[in-house]
């Protein structure tokens, strides 16, 4: 291991015992390139400079937290994967008399808000709730807050139109100066929760569960911790729905699943859950793995 390598071991094990956020299981090569873009950035010359300042400089730790995530988003995102939910999945879940949804990794909120939309359009009314987590406040700040800047609209409105969006894209939002807010009744239904997928608990009794563009930043033993933790999350027939950059092919979790849009990856559980977990390897069974956020539980059960 050269020097480079062991710094950055100190750096991920400075965060997982100061601030226990644990990414010693993302794919390390990822990982590394982030770091070193914030080290550069930061213009120190190596990465066991910032060692102090993440222990000791809260602020800095946060830019750091900030940046080492991949916040790249838009709203409909792959038209085609809002498409499929429109005419795919929305059709099983009416049959419901209410939806719990939950949105892993939804970083600054622009799919969440697309997801409302179309649920607003396919005319499932207030029954329903929106679970919308990322393990970084700062973006979920501007999630909760539902404004973006006015130049991202023009690719924002063209993805909504190719994603079957029967309404002007316009009616959701209003304009202010550069920035657009997006109309509060579509946040009524939201919950927005800080979760990390490497840490917290499952949510219970799921219909759909979206996450995309996570797990491809996770080695194959926290891939298959987190698609365990939402197989025990997701109810039968619930969806599981992750888009064309990852799949469950060869997962521990894959037989628990029948696919419904091979190409936007959409999944339907056919099963119920059986312990996935690999003791002899250091994960988690699905005994370790309990119901640690009540709290949402008890806002859904509170609000609804």
Not at 52 to 72: A, Q
Not at 193 to 211: K, P, S, Y
Not at 277 to 299: P, V
Request: with cysteine; hydrophobic share 40%.
């Amino acid at each position: 291991m050269d020097n480079e390598d062991i710094e950055i071991k100190l750096i991920l094990d400075a965060i997982k015992l100061k601030h226990g956020y644990d990414f010693t299981n993302y794919a390390y090569a990822s990982m590394k390139r982030r770091i070193k873009k914030i080290m550069e950035d930061s213009r120190f010359k190596s990465v066991s400079e910032m060692l102090p300042l993440i222990i000791h400089d809260i602020d800095f730790f946060n830019l750091f937290l900030r940046n080492i995530s991949v916040n790249v988003t838009e709203m409909f995102r792959d038209p085609q994967f809002f498409l499929s939910i429109r005419n795919t999945v929305i059709p099983y879940l009416r049959t419901y008399p209410f939806i719990k949804i939950w949105a892993a990794g939804v970083s600054t909120g622009e799919e969440i808000y697309s997801l409302a939309i179309i649920l607003k359009e396919e005319g499932i009314g207030d029954n329903f709730v929106l679970y919308a987590t990322d393990f970084n406040d700062s973006v979920l700040e501007i999630a909760q807050k539902g404004i973006y800047p006015a130049s991202e609209m023009k690719l924002n409105t063209a993805n909504y139109q190719n994603s079957g969006g029967k309404e002007s894209f316009a009616k959701y939002f209003h304009a202010d100066y550069n920035s657009v807010i997006f109309d509060s009744s579509l946040r009524k239904n939201i919950v927005f929760a800080n979760h990390n997928l490497v840490t917290d608990g499952v949510f219970g009794e799921m219909n759909m569960i979206i996450c995309r563009n996570v797990l491809i930043y996770f080695n194959r033993t926290l891939q298959d911790y987190v698609l365990e933790l939402f197989s025990k999350s997701l109810r039968i027939n619930g969806f599981l729905c992750l888009g064309t950059k990852e799949s469950i092919e060869f997962s521990t979790s894959s037989s628990l699943y029948e696919p419904i849009d091979k190409i936007t990856r959409i999944f339907k559980k056919k099963r119920d859950f059986v312990s996935l977990g690999n003791k002899d390897s250091g994960d988690k069974s699905s005994e370790d793995i309990d119901y640690k956020d009540k709290e949402l539980e008890d806002i859904h059960y509170g609000a609804y």
